[in-house]
C-alpha cells in the first residue's frame, strides 16, 4: 500500500517527500546549527520531531495490522549486520556532526536556497563514490556478522507490539518533560550563578 491510495509509484513518492520537507523547513531542520545542537545536547527538537514520527509510523502500522489491512508478511524486516551497521553509523555520525545535516534535511537546505546544503549533498555524492570503490574489500567483513534474523522489536523482546509501543512513547514524554524550556532556563540560570558566585 502506497499514500496517496490508489497511487504509486513516482507520484506517492513525491507527495510525501514534500511533505516531509515542508514538515522538516517548519521545524527548523533546514539549518545545520539545529542538528548540532542536538549533538551537543543543547537543542532536543530533533530528537522529540523524529521520535514522534517514529511513534506515529508505528503506531500506524499496528493499526493497520489490527484491521486487517497491512499484512505482516508483506513487511519486509531486514537482517542487521553489526560490522557493518557499526562502521555506517559511526561514519554518518561524523559526517552529521561535521556538516550539521543528513541526507534528507540536507535537501531541504539546498531547497531553502542555504549553500552549506549544496555542500553537504556534494560530500554525500563523493562519500558514495568513495565507499562503492571500496566495497568490495570490505564486503565480506561488513556482512560477517549477522544479527538477529529479519526481527522487530517486539519479537526481540517477547513483547506484545503496544507494550514496546508504550514504551517508546514513555521515553519520549519523560525526555520531553527533562529538556522542556523551562527547566533548561532554570538550570542554566542556576549554573550560571554558582560559576557567578564562585567568581566574585
Known sequence: MSFPLGY????SGIILGLIFGYVLENAG?????????QLRFK????????????????GGLYLLQGLGILAVDNMFVPSVFIWGSSLGGVLIGVGMAVGGYCPGTSIVALFSGKLDGLIFLLGIAAG???????FSSVESWAWKQVGPDGLTLP???HLPAWAVWALLFAV????GYLTRTGTTRKVSN???GAFA???S
Open 43 to 58: 537543542d532536543w527538537a530533533v530528537f522529540k520531531v523524529m521520535f514522534t514520527a517514529i511513534l506515529v509510523a508505528a
Open 190 to 192: 542556576k549554573a550560571s
Open 8 to 11: 504509486t509509484g513516482p507520484i
Open 29 to 37: 531542520f533546514g539549518s545545520g546549527c539545529k542538528l548540532t545542537a
Open 155 to 157: 519479537q526481540l523482546l
Open 128 to 134: 558514495t563514490l568513495g565507499f562503492n570503490s571500496v
Open 197 to 199: 558566585t564562585q567568581h
Open 172 to 175: 519520549l514524554v519523560i525526555v
